[in-house]
T-cell receptor, first 110, second 115 residues
Framework: LAKTTQPISMDSYEGQEVNITCSHN???????ITWYQQFPSQGPRFIIQ???TKVTNEVASLFIPADRKSSTLSLPRVSLSDTAVYYC???????????FGAGTTVTVRA | KAGVTQTPRYLIKTRGQQVTLSCSPI?????VSWYQQTPGQGLQFLFE???????NKGNFPGRFSGRQFSNSRSEMNVSTLELGDSALYLC??????????????FGPGTRLTVT
């Protein structure tokens, strides 16, 4: 599985946009990029998955440049309830052996 | 549709005992995975079952075992508990339709404390 690097923590304020960048220099051709969100004492929750360019859903957007060596998760207009740990995962689309790194702790303040 | 359920939610055991945790996946999901989460090691993959067969395995000792039943429900067993086994054990299920999917649905977890 490709190794990922993401910031340990980020602070933001309500209503702002939060962008978390994940580096994955050795991403393989058949690897997808997936982001999960985890609140304290809960299991992770799937946010978004993409292969290239841009993917958007009702929760977030995922931007992937042409070389796919990095990706950026964008959370628009965050609220206090978006305070959580965000994990970037890279691997084959059908790989159920998920490898979570340390994640990025996002703290949203009023 | 009901989510992934895990029982019990909290458990306290003594060192040397064994424990069995249960997971009921989302209806229709055939893949069930187990993870251990600790403050020091983060989220680590234990094993994954599909159609009652262990399909993937992480780097955990043989004290950790699991099984899956014909209705896709899964159990995880830890024998000869050690203090270091104290953790949040998470179960995740996935549809595994054979297409492109990396989406796993996690349960709330079982908080195991070994004293």
């Amino acid at each position: 599985l490709a190794k990922t690097t993401q910031p340990i923590s980020m602070d933001s304020y309500e209503g702002q946009e939060v962008n978390i960048t994940c580096s994955h220099n050795n991403i393989a051709t058949n690897d997808y990029i997936t982001w999960y969100q985890q609140f304290p004492s809960q299991g992770p929750r799937f946010i978004i998955q993409g292969y290239k360019t841009k993917v958007t859903n009702e929760v977030a957007s995922l931007f992937i440049p042409a070389d796919r060596k990095s990706s950026t998760l964008s959370l628009p207009r965050v609220s206090l309830s978006d305070t959580a740990v965000y994990y970037c995962l890279v691997g084959p689309s059908n790989d159920y052996k998920l490898s979570f790194g340390a994640g990025t702790t996002v703290t949203v303040r009023a | 549709k009901a989510g992934v359920t895990q029982t019990p939610r909290y458990l306290i055991k003594t060192r040397g005992q064994q424990v069995t945790l249960s997971c009921s996946p989302i209806s229709g999901h055939r893949s069930v995975s187990w993870y251990q989460q600790t403050p020091g090691q983060g989220l680590q993959f234990l094993f994954e079952y599909f159609s009652e067969t262990q399909r993937n395995k992480g780097n955990f000792p043989g004290r950790f075992s699991g099984r899956q039943f014909s209705n896709s429900r899964s159990e995880m067993n830890v024998s000869t508990l050690e203090l270091g086994d104290s953790a949040l054990y998470l179960c995740a299920s996935s549809l595994d339709s054979g297409g492109a999917t990396y989406e796993q649905y996690f349960g709330p977890g079982t908080r195991l404390t070994v004293t």
